[in-house]
């Protein structure tokens, strides 16, 4: 059996940035996408020129500034006011450039990263459903959508800032540093090293302390989204038991450890913050001081002066920035962990390389000595074989546990048996596309969800491109079509989430309705009547045998009434078949399913003068 989902490669530490890199690389540089590269190229080359504007423009300060000094202006350049206003237009061009560039840049591939985030999205949503039920069975609804969320955001933030902001950053600061080495002296580059350095080194400890605070917060966040999410999906449950404040408490629960965390992010924050600035100011004190002096010795211009101030302002405002681009850096690779860390979870039902279409001929349906569990702890299946012939229905009845809608789910393929195999027409389940079985295999399940839209979206589901005539078609035949008329918009009716407005046997028929739209030759009944009252099942049971007429059928009922007409019946109890036959034979055989039947009707018997006992005998049948 294979292993659950689960060991992923990656871990939401940040041991994995790097792979996580890795993974977002492609979206920056997409492979078979020449408008995609053509765009980051030129966005590249904007980039470059507004880098080469930003460096520029202190030399044309301190030109303007020389210009202007009464040592570097003549009489009648004074007067004139030439080479001082081409030098400013000059600099004016270039201030203009640092940004318009930059807007441009953003413009060029804002279209590249939009369709890195859909191309993610999409993966993520196909990445869920590829997963098994066992999975979804242990899923958390609220913390997927959130760990989704933040991680395609993380993704956004690191496509925009690291490639286009933190990596210039640094290639700019390098530039500066050297500048300050070859234009002055070894001093001034010491300075802006040593600012950089200890700005650097602080902002990486400070935050990695904060990274802990950060998760914790996150952990709260997902936590009281999950509760949120739970309590309102089973709102009718709270609501009768009297449980709102019993919810309410739950959530503010979660709601506190999230605001002590919160805290704690803001007051690391703050401390954060406050170094950085005492950090920035040293620097640009030390470096004005050094400059100063310059000046006042007669080895440096006033120009230098302010060519000094402006490039240390020009390094210590991106600093600022740098610090907060890392920590949405740090938080931004823990999202995105988190989500390739679900992305990374392994597919437990795949196709083989190999697989073929299920290609059908008679519909002939085999469990050849099945085993199967859920769990290492619990065997759910022991060795169970039987064969439901083309065009034949089986029934499958049993006490609750005893592996009845595991045999439906196993022909679903929603897992792999752990020994035996399951096939169609001989064809192994597992060597045939689970696209094309489950197309050829159609089921009324007994616990019906349906999509929050409307009823005829819910039921054209079973067969996209049905006409509105097939649709009603269906309906009519499951007995749907008189009540959907009744309600004010009809089969536009919105059904609300899980298809709360409509009742238990309302839905169940939208799901029958479903099934005889999509008209499969395999057919499972999964407890299909069980919502409904014995009027409404008498009024479907002869759609129900109609829909089973010459197709393959699986039943799964716990009323053994609905299933004294199969062909063949079969009693499991612990994961074993116990007995098998038609219904009249064992009832003959007086043992197990003997036993449940007559229990079963007593249970049914209307107290006495109220029916004939041939009504109890002869219950209605589906099949």
Do not use: C
Request: no cysteine.
């Amino acid at each position: 059996m294979r292993q659950a989902e689960g060991g992923s490669r990656l871990r939401a530490d940040g041991e994995g940035d790097w792979r996580v890199l890795a993974a977002v690389a492609p979206y920056i540089w997409p492979k078979g996408e020449p408008e995609a590269r053509l765009r980051v190229a030129v966005a590249m080359v904007f980039l470059i020129l507004a880098k080469v504007a930003t460096i520029w423009t202190p030399f044309l300060f301190k030109g303007v500034v020389d210009a202007l000094t009464p040592a570097g202006v003549s009489d009648g350049a004074r007067a004139l006011m030439v080479a001082p206003t081409a030098l400013i237009l000059f600099y004016a061009v270039m201030r203009f450039m640092q940004t318009g560039l930059a807007q441009v840049r953003d413009g060029v591939f804002a279209k590249v990263g939009q369709r890195a985030l859909r191309r993610l999205a999409l993966q993520s949503f196909a990445h869920l459903h590829d997963l098994s039920l066992r999975f979804h069975l242990q899923r958390k609804t609220g913390a997927l959508s959130r760990i989704i969320d933040r991680g395609v955001k993380g993704v956004d933030f690191l496509l925009r800032f690291l490639v286009f902001n933190l990596a210039p950053l640094v290639v700019e600061l390098i530039v500066v540093a050297a500048i300050f080495w070859l234009k002055f002296d070894f001093w001034y580059f010491l300075v802006v090293a040593a600012t950089l350095i200890s700005y650097v080194w602080y902002t990486y400890k400070a935050t990695e302390w904060r990274l802990g605070i950060r998760k914790r917060m996150n952990d709260k966040d997902q936590e009281a989204m999950q509760k949120a999410v739970d309590s309102l999906l089973n709102y009718e449950t709270v609501k009768y038991f009297a449980a709102e404040r019993r919810e309410v408490e739950r959530y503010d629960q979660s709601m506190q450890g999230y605001e002590q965390a919160g805290v704690e992010t803001q007051t690391s924050l703050a401390w954060l913050n406050a170094g950085q600035a005492f950090i920035i100011s040293a620097g640009l004190g030390a470096a004005m001081i050094l400059a100063g002096y310059g000046v006042a010795q007669g080895s440096l211009t006033v120009g230098d002066f302010v060519l000094v101030n402006a490039f240390m302002l020009q390094i210590t405002m991106p600093l600022g920035f740098l610090g907060t681009v890392y920590r949405e850096i740090r938080q931004a690779m823990i999202d995105m962990t988190e989500l390739f860390v679900l992305m990374d979870q392994n597919v437990e039902i795949r196709d083989a390389p190999d697989a073929g279409p299920l290609k059908l001929t008679e519909g002939r349906v085999t469990f050849d000595s099945v085993r199967f569990r859920y769990d290492p702890d619990r065997e759910i299946l022991k060795g169970v074989s039987f064969e439901i012939p083309g065009g034949r229905t089986l029934a499958v009845v049993g006490p609750t546990g005893s592996g009845k809608s595991t045999l439906a789910r196993l022909l679903y393929r929603f897992y792999d048996v752990e020994a035996g195999g399951v096939r169609i027409d001989g064809q192994d389940l597992r060597d045939v596309t689970q696209e094309s079985l489950r197309q050829s295999v159609g089921v009324v399940p007994q616990d019906t969800v349906l999509f929050n839209d409307t009823i005829h979206y819910n039921i054209a589901y079973g067969r996209p491109g049905a006409s509105r005539e097939e649709v009603v078609g269906a309906a009519k035949a499951a007995r749907l079509d008189e009540f959907i008329r009744t309600l004010p918009r009809g089969y536009e009716t919105e059904v609300g989430e899980r298809g709360l407005k409509l009742s238990g046997g309302e839905k169940q028929r939208v799901s029958i309705a479903r099934a005889i739209l999509k008209n499969p030759p395999i057919l499972i009944l999964d407890e299909a009547t069980s919502a409904l009252d014995t009027r409404t099942e008498k009024a479907i049971q002869e759609s129900l045998r109609s829909l089973s007429e010459n197709r393959t059928v699986l039943v799964v009922a716990h009323r053994l009434s609905t299933v004294v007409d199969a062909d063949e019946i079969i009693v499991l109890d612990a994961g074993e078949i116990v007995e098998r036959g038609p219904h009249a034979r064992l009832l003959a055989e007086n043992g197990r399913y003997a036993a449940m039947w007559t229990s079963q009707k007593a249970a049914a018997a209307p107290p006495a003068g109220s029916g004939s006992s041939e009504e109890i005998e002869r219950a209605p049948s589906i099949l």
